[in-house]
């Protein structure tokens, strides 16, 4: 009973979370024209692009805008430091929760860092769109956006630890659910108007689903054998294995791919190449789907350490099956890692491209807005958090077994 409360009481605070996110969008920063705002930049494709995570904050500039953007931003260049510098990852490796705090505070500080340069950038980039624009004006501007990033920061924190799913993807869950209705209205007059691209839309829709379902569930059993077993082949069980899943980053190879793409728009430089980039379909999925590749191998490394896999082994008294343990088992583990990545970060890939396929077959532009890509981390981060929750249940019938 007290383990069901704990789950109801951590779904509770997990909706009321994403509510008080999800109004902050909508409280207005002062001094802006946000009528003058949305009308000359609702066909803007890199504010529909940002949009997609901000559930609309960069149409609409309120407190919450930059949403979990810098956080994002942050994990990445956080993850890349620790892998670069010895020191940093010796921490994370060896020095358990204090380690992991110490980690957690350098995306913290550059948390703080990305969100004032994302809102200096935003304070220049609406001065058309400002009734009195001045120093006083930037100023305000740069801590009311710093101020909400950081608030979403520590939501993002409050929901994985004393919520159900991870943080940072329920925040952008829910903003893509926000954007749904839009992106409806956008396609509606032409999928009326067309019974085939509608049944074409549908289709595309079902693919997705399937794949993504295939990709996060399907994992490589590696068969393990104790010592106590070596020698009896009757009696190895199927169920000692170490699972290993095809698709190690789940979403995040997605979502930081995306989140890398939007990078390049904060500078004026990077408007220019930006637009020039979105512009070519190709060009874009092109570039899109090498992020998911390389950003599925760097996450795959960072959630998977073979040595201490191996050396776990090693200490349980477990091997696998004709291969020595040690130095063996290591480039074992890395071989069939490296297969596993590179086929789930295949089917990434071809998630990526269906938009372009589907403009160019259905005329129906679904680039816009993602429309594939927040499908794939709808359902990637519904099945995270329906896996957590089922094992909340299962823990729970397990501790009324015992007692």
Do not use: H
Not at 35 to 63: H, K, Y
Not at 133 to 150: A, H, M, P, Q
Request: charged letters at 15%; aromatic letters at 8%; hydrophobic letters at 45%.
């Amino acid at each position: 009973m007290e383990k069901r409360k704990k789950l109801t009481s951590r779904i509770l605070i997990t909706l009321i979370i994403l509510f008080i996110s999800r109004i902050g969008i909508f409280i207005p920063i002062l001094g802006i024209d946000q009528g003058e705002l949305a009308e000359n930049i609702s066909q803007n494709r890199i504010i529909s692009f940002l949009n997609v995570f901000s559930g609309g904050g960069f149409s609409t500039i309120g407190v919450f805008s930059l949403g979990i953007i810098p956080y994002i931003n942050s994990s990445i260049i956080t993850q890349l430091i620790v892998k670069i510098i010895p020191s940093l990852e010796e921490i994370q490796k060896n020095e358990g929760e204090i380690g992991r705090q110490k980690i957690n505070n350098i995306t913290r500080y550059l948390t703080l860092g990305w969100g004032i340069i994302q809102s200096i950038s935003i304070s220049l980039w609406i001065k058309p769109y400002t009734f009195n624009w001045s120093i006083n004006f930037i100023i305000d501007c740069v801590i009311t956006l710093t101020t909400g990033s950081i608030i979403i920061m520590w939501f993002a924190e409050m929901i994985t630890e004393y919520g159900v799913g991870n943080g940072a993807s329920m925040l952008i869950f829910q903003n893509i659910i926000s954007n749904i209705p839009k992106n409806i209205e956008n396609y509606k007059i032409s999928i009326l108007n067309n019974g085939t691209k509608s049944a074409t839309l549908i289709l595309i829709c079902i693919m997705i689903f399937i794949i993504n379902i295939i990709i996060q569930d399907s994992k490589r059993k590696i068969e393990i054998i104790s010592s106590k077993q070596l020698g009896e082949e009757d009696k190895l069980l199927s169920q000692n294995y170490i699972p290993l899943k095809l698709n190690q980053g789940g979403v995040m190879p997605i979502i930081f791919a995306s989140a890398t793409m939007a990078i390049p728009q904060y500078t004026n430089i990077g408007n220019s190449i930006i637009n020039k980039i979105i512009s070519s379909n190709l060009f874009y999925l092109t570039t899109y789907s090498t992020l998911i590749v390389l950003f599925s191998y760097f996450y795959s490394s960072i959630i998977l350490n073979i040595d201490d896999m191996a050396e776990n082994l090693q200490k349980v008294g477990a091997s696998i099956p004709n291969i020595r343990p040690g130095t063996d088992t290591i480039k074992y583990l890395k071989k069939i890692i490296n297969k596993l990545t590179f086929i789930g970060s295949i089917f990434l890939f071809l998630i990526a491209q269906l938009p372009l396929i589907l403009s160019n077959v259905t005329k129906i532009n679904l680039l816009q807005g993602l429309g594939t890509t927040s499908l794939l981390i709808l359902v990637g981060v519904a099945i995270d958090t329906a896996k957590q929750i089922q094992t909340y249940i299962i823990s729970e019938q397990y501790d009324n077994i015992m007692e």
